[in-house]
């Protein structure tokens, strides 16, 4: 008996040398209870605008293979936790600023990898919008444009009191911070359409009248013909070398017994720079012709863009119409471009390139039975010659009645056109060969969007009420393709 006890207490103490050895466990290692936080991970920047931006990241790897849920910060403060995805999109951010966008990467135990990247918002397609109405109750702009010096000249129509008062036309006259420089009443009833700046002080053109004011809106001189009925369509003025003025209208004079096939013709007045006239001319080999605009070119000569008729068999066409004239106003060459509808044309600007091409710029109503009309733009060359001949059928972005209202020839070359329709108006850019690459809606601001222009990095519009908002060129815009 003694014998078998010790044989089992030796048993015993090989089993437990077994599992022991130098007093630790070898075959049950004890568990390791310290938690870590998930790994490392990349953040990348996706699409960026000027109030938003779109981040991603990729997948973390937790140790333990815990489920992982992120925080997102902007400049170190959360703006949303518990996100189970790996993508988010910063909004309201400040346009061109630059932010600090962090991921929180977190385990159900709360361990924790931050990741941060840098990013800057875009620019602000609208960079700012400024009121011109110095305080009264109904102000109508019809026409502006920058300065030389940086600044901005307007005219218009306005009433001190909507209930007690008249109508009075006037010109306004700002610094390049937009702070009032001047501000004139106008005696005459003008209906202001135009205005060019001269070397010493600005010309106002209304519809039988212009007026010359200084550089501080005084008037110095106007000129008017009291003898025939006239309308001063062309909206500028030549200022030649030698300083007299050129000037161009639409006549309406009697010339049955010259001419019965003509009924309105052009008129260009030459004025000398106090405002006398020095001389009239007349002319037109068709029912009517219209000036709309004026340039000069460097050899002097005139280049005068309007409208013009063509009969073909029964049918009588406005079309657009150029005419070149040397500087003692003979005619050199005109031309007539109706458009492929044989609808009316209605012309409007007059650009010319750097290369010595013309632009010209206008509506097309391109159906006469339910009068619809859309944008015109026609590149010739210095001869007359048509490069191309494109119309815009921006009725497709919204808005109906769609004509056009400016243009500005960019630093690459395309041009930014302006259209105005019944919901407002659109931009509209147009590349070196007449296409369109891109439109951006201006619904929702100022209605009467009349005019666009572009400065050497920002286009500028002054509306009809009094409005001028100005556009970064770089600026972003969700632009819609054409």
């Known amino acids: 008996m003694k014998k078998f006890i010790s044989l089992l207490l030796l048993l015993l103490f090989l089993i437990g040398c077994e599992k022991e050895e130098n007093g630790i466990p070898v075959d049950k290692p004890e568990p390791n209870t310290e938690n870590k936080a998930p790994g490392t991970f990349e953040i990348y920047i996706g699409l960026t605008s000027d109030t938003e931006v779109s981040i991603t990241w990729s997948q973390p790897i937790d140790p333990e293979n815990d489920q992982i849920t ?286 010595g091409d013309y632009i010209l710029a206008g509506t097309a109503v391109v159906d006469m039975l339910y009068v619809t009309n859309i944008p015109r733009l026609m590149k010739v060359n210095n001869k007359g010659v048509v490069i191309w001949d494109e119309t815009y059928d921006v009725r497709s972005h919204g808005g109906a009645f769609p004509s056009f209202g400016d243009m500005a020839i960019t630093n690459d070359g395309s041009f930014i056109m302006v259209t105005n329709d019944d919901r407002g108006a659109c931009l509209s850019n147009i590349d070196y060969s007449g296409q369109s690459n891109w439109y951006v809606r201006l619904d929702g601001y100022p209605q009467g969007i009349m005019t666009g222009i572009a400065g050497t990095d920002d286009y500028f519009i002054f509306t009809r009420d009094g409005f001028l908002i100005i556009y970064n060129h770089d600026g972003y815009v969700a632009k819609q393709q054409l």
């Open 70 to 355: 992120y925080e997102v910060a902007v400049n170190d403060s959360v703006c949303e936790y518990d996100i189970t995805g790996n993508r988010y999109t910063f909004r309201n951010l400040s346009p061109e600023t630059e932010y600090r966008f962090q991921v929180i990467a977190l385990d159900p135990s709360l361990n924790q990898c931050i990741v941060a990247k840098s990013a800057r918002t875009m620019k602000s397609f609208i960079k700012s919008m400024i009121s011109f109405n110095p305080g009264y109750d109904f102000i109508s702009f019809n026409t502006g444009r920058k300065t030389s010096d940086g600044g901005y000249i307007m005219t218009g129509t306005l009433r001190k009191n909507r209930l007690y008062s008249d109508d009075k036309d006037f010109i306004m006259k700002f610094d390049h911070n937009f702070n009032m420089d001047w501000f004139s009443e106008i005696d005459h009833n003008t209906n202001p359409s135009g205005i060019t700046e001269l070397s010493d002080g600005y010309l106002i053109v209304g519809y039988r009248i212009v007026i010359k004011v200084n550089s501080t809106g005084i008037e110095e001189w106007y000129y008017k013909q009291e003898d025939q009925f006239y309308e001063f369509t062309c909206k500028s003025v030549i200022e030649n070398q030698d300083k007299s003025l050129i000037i161009a209208a639409v006549s309406w004079r009697d010339r049955i017994d010259k001419n019965p096939d003509v009924d309105d013709e052009y008129m260009i007045v030459k004025l000398t720079h106090e405002g006398d006239e020095v001389s009239v001319k007349y002319g037109g080999t068709s029912k009517k012709t219209f000036p709309f605009d004026m340039i000069q070119l460097s050899n002097g000569n005139y280049v005068i863009f309007g409208k013009s008729t063509k009969t073909t068999l029964s049918l009588t066409q406005e079309c657009f119409w150029l005419l070149e004239a040397d500087n003692n106003l003979n005619v050199i060459r005109q031309n007539m471009y109706p458009n492929d509808t044989r609808g009316e044309d209605l012309p409007s600007k007059l650009y010319k390139t750097d290369e």
